[in-house]
């Protein structure tokens, strides 16, 4: 089943340089229990796409058109104030560098029982007790000192945890996460990918898994969106991704992946250069004439699409 349903999703920002076209036309489904990971380049949109789902959009930014549709409602269309008791209940964040989320200046119990406050009708001392439970949940030790700490006074890893902590304490059904390791080092990155998958399955949470890492998406997501200047140009289970890349981009990160002689990292140059000769190989003319009239997509196999619009 369909948890959230993103149709021809496009998200501008009008500036005075121009119309930016963050988002454009993008659609992709999240299914109950799964994760779903976005991969793409810098300013590929991936932030901005996640970002439109929950309304969370910084100035000048603005949905023009398409649905995003939560358990059969359109997000795009609900009040300001349906989307605000929606956001940490239903559907969470969390970001990449957690300080920008945590408010220096309260101690992580304040926070924590705000954010549980907000959207469920219990007392303080009941906030706490959920607060402890999950500060235990994502395994940080003596939970009872930790929540009388300051955010400074944590280590990046741990302030992870306890934004997860806070982003699952009202059980949401979808957790969006956007880069959520990207600023910590190996080893704590590995271990908090870890928890989250953990996680995943005690909440039975949904998850939107936002990376420009191919490798860290390959072990978190269950299906997969490849992003690239605003547009979806592959979406497919992620072993099927693998096994049968099509789209020149989707083949360029795989390739570049699987070598151990190249930078997994998306931006880098190297592959950005196999992306141009990818694309001069691959007969885009013959592809479009296989799609069926009215569509921008080719249904490779089950759940495995391929934009044909993108060259
Ligand atoms: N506040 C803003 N004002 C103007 N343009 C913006 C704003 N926020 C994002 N954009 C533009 O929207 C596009 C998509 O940005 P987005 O942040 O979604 O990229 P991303 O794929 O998340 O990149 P990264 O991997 O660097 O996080 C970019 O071209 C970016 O410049
Ligand atoms: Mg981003």
């Known amino acids: 089943m369909n948890l959230l349903e993103v149709n021809n999703l496009h998200t501008y920002f009008d500036t005075d340089a121009g119309v930016i076209k963050a988002v454009d036309g993008v659609s992709f489904s999240v299914k109950a229990g799964r994760t779903l990971g976005i991969v793409g380049e810098s300013g590929s949109g991936k932030s901005v796409t996640a970002m439109s789902v929950i309304r969370l959009l910084d100035y000048p930014g603005k949905i023009m058109s398409g649905e995003v549709l939560y358990q059969g409602e359109d997000l795009v269309k609900v009040s300001e104030a349906r989307m605000r008791s929606m956001r940490g209940n239903d559907i969470s964040v969390i970001f990449q560098e957690p300080m920008t989320s945590l408010n220096p200046v309260f101690k992580i119990k304040k926070q924590l029982n705000e954010a549980i406050i907000l959207h469920q009708n219990v007392s303080k001392d009941e906030a706490t007790k959920i607060s402890l ?31 997860i902590a806070m982003a699952l304490a009202c059980e949401p059904s979808i957790l969006i996460a956007d880069e959520p390791t990207t600023a910590l080092d190996v080893i704590i990155q590995a271990d908090i990918l870890q928890l989250m998958n953990d996680l995943k399955k005690d909440f039975n949470t949904s998850i939107i898994f936002i990376s420009h890492d191919l490798g860290v998406v390959s072990q ?51 592959v950005l250069d196999n992306y141009e000769k990818e694309n001069e190989k691959f007969d885009f003319k013959n592809f479009k004439e296989l799609r069926q009239a009215d569509k921008d997509w080719i249904e490779i196999d089950t759940d495995h699409f391929v934009s044909v619009n993108l060259k």
């Open 220 to 270: 978190m997501a269950d299906d997969v969106i490849v992003m690239i200047n605003g547009k979806v140009v592959e979406q497919a289970p992620i072993r099927k991704l693998f096994e049968n890349p099509i789209h020149p981009y989707t083949r360029t990160l795989i390739s570049a992946f699987l070598r151990t002689d190249i930078d997994t990292d998306i931006d880098n140059l190297q």
């Open 133 to 163: 439970k999950m500060l235990e949940a994502v395994k940080l030790e003596d939970p009872k000192a930790l929540i009388e700490k300051y955010p400074h006074q944590l280590s990046g890893g741990m302030r992870q945890r306890v934004m």
